[in-house]
């Protein structure tokens, strides 16, 4: 009986954990802060079983490493670490859907040592990005080919059907995590030169793609795409870009949200009585407030009827609506609501999108091509989000096959070698998360 730990029982915990108890003889525990939320995971499962644990509680944590054969961490990124410790003192493999941190690269001499894989990046973005661009880069290479342009496109939003608010988006849980991610530099390569954004200019740099079935979508730069460079095998290409797709709009609304300090995490005391107006006409350092609309308008150098005001007017920022909190952040004033006010109705659809193209260049063939990949997932009403199955089915299946034996590697590792990608591209495809590639002669 193969014994997996499932730390964290959040969102998209649920299609990773079903996966596992699916499996014959695999026994699933999974441990959460909230021991009601891991047993509504494991359902009464005669092979399940839920465990109170405080990831503080380092006792607690390295026991039931210790008692496990396998660790799947979806715990905030902050705990990866302290989990992998365990791991390697216990000797036991460890999967994660989140980055890479210096700090856990720094482990990998030490995982190596013990003879452990710790597994990192096998989610959605990062993840399934990865091995989906692998896939199409080794096979260019393997015929002789190199990549000379790049460009990975990701988000996840509202099902066409579902897309019924101003924004553009839905939130399934907490808004802060898509918050803090509009706060992060920008860096890439485009036909050599290489362009660096500072965090707060990261909305002014945005564009539009045209997506087949699904039309125009913007996108901007999501983090430091350079070092992928290295991490695909592509040190020769000319372009290197991953971006972040959200509906149109959504960046200059953004741009002026930052632009008030909406995004501003530092902690306010003068908050105690005001409406959304009057939070506001603080932050603008309105005299009177008398008319606000316009007076924001001013500030921010945009037409009173434009559409970033209707934005505005529709969540509620000009209401006389008591704020949320008598202590927090901006952030946390606009987090709160956007997530009474955006939220997915029962039996809504998310959707995933996740589009690479690629330029290959054959020198002996003397030919390009351009090579399209897509993925369009939708989630299933009153069932799982496309986000929670993107995200964990991957971490879930590398999970089995490291346990079966089918992956070997040892040390720290994203999923951009075959015999990681290859098994785990195929058993998604045979779940419904396959790609659609295409392909055309440049002259």
């Known amino acids: 009986m193969h014994k997996v730990l499932v730390l964290g029982a959040g969102l998209v915990s649920k299609p990773l954990v079903r996966y596992l108890l699916e499996q014959p003889d695999f026994h699933v525990k999974v441990a959460s802060r909230t021991v009601s939320k891991a047993e509504k995971l494991i359902d009464n499962h005669p092979d399940g079983e839920a465990q109170s644990l405080n990831v503080k509680d380092t006792a607690a944590l390295g026991k039931l490493v210790h008692e496990a054969d396998l660790v799947i961490s979806l715990l905030p990124y902050i705990h990866h670490v302290t989990v992998a410790e365990f791991c390697l003192k216990h000797r036991k493999s460890m999967v994660t859907t989140s980055y890479v941190s210096e700090a856990m690269r720094q482990l990998s001499p030490r995982a190596k040592e013990a003879g452990i894989l710790i597994l990192n990046e096998i989610g959605l973005d990062p993840g399934i990005d990865h091995m989906s661009a692998m896939k199409i880069i080794h096979a260019v290479q393997n015929s002789g080919g190199e990549i000379t342009s790049f460009c990975s496109y990701c988000g996840g939003l509202p099902a066409p059907e579902a897309n019924t608010n101003p924004f553009g988006y839905k939130f399934s849980w907490s808004p802060r995590g898509v918050l803090l991610a509009g706060k992060n530099k920008g860096r890439h390569l485009k036909d050599g030169e290489e362009i660096n954004i500072p965090g707060e200019e990261l909305f002014d740099h945005y564009s539009t793609i045209n997506i087949e079935t699904l039309g125009e979508l913007e996108y901007y730069p999501n983090r430091d795409s ?4 290295d991490t695909y095998g592509i040190q020769k290409t000319k372009t290197m870009f991953r971006a972040t797709l959200r509906n149109l709009g959504w960046c200059q609304t953004l741009k002026k949200m930052v632009e008030l300090g909406f995004l501003d995490e530092t902690e306010r005391d003068d908050l105690k009585g005001l409406t959304y107006a009057q939070f506001i006409a603080k932050l603008i350092e309105s005299s009177n407030g008398a008319n606000l609309k316009e007076e924001l308008a001013s500030y921010l150098k945009i037409d009173e009827d434009s559409e970033v005001m209707k934005r505005f007017e529709w969540l509620g920022l000009l209401s006389d609506k008591p704020l949320p909190l008598e202590k927090g952040s901006a952030m946390d004033i606009l987090g709160e609501l956007m997530l009474e006010k955006m939220p997915y109705e029962e039996g809504e659809r998310d959707m995933i999108i996740l589009h690479h193209e690629f330029v290959a260049e054959y020198p002996k063939e003397n030919r390009k091509e351009k090579i399209f990949s ?26 089995k096959l490291v346990l079966e034996g089918k992956i070997d590697a040892t040390g720290v ?6 015999t990681i990608y290859e098994p785990i591209l195929k058993e998604l495809e045979r779940l419904g998360i396959a790609f659609r590639e295409k392909s055309e002669r440049i002259k």
């Open 413 to 418: 590792h994203i999923p951009v070698n075959p």
């Open 226 to 229: 350079i070092p992928y460079m």
């Open 374 to 399: 897509t993925l369009i997932g939708f989630g299933i009403p009153h069932g799982d989000s496309s986000m929670s199955r993107t995200v964990s089915l991957p971490a879930a299946i590398g999970a």
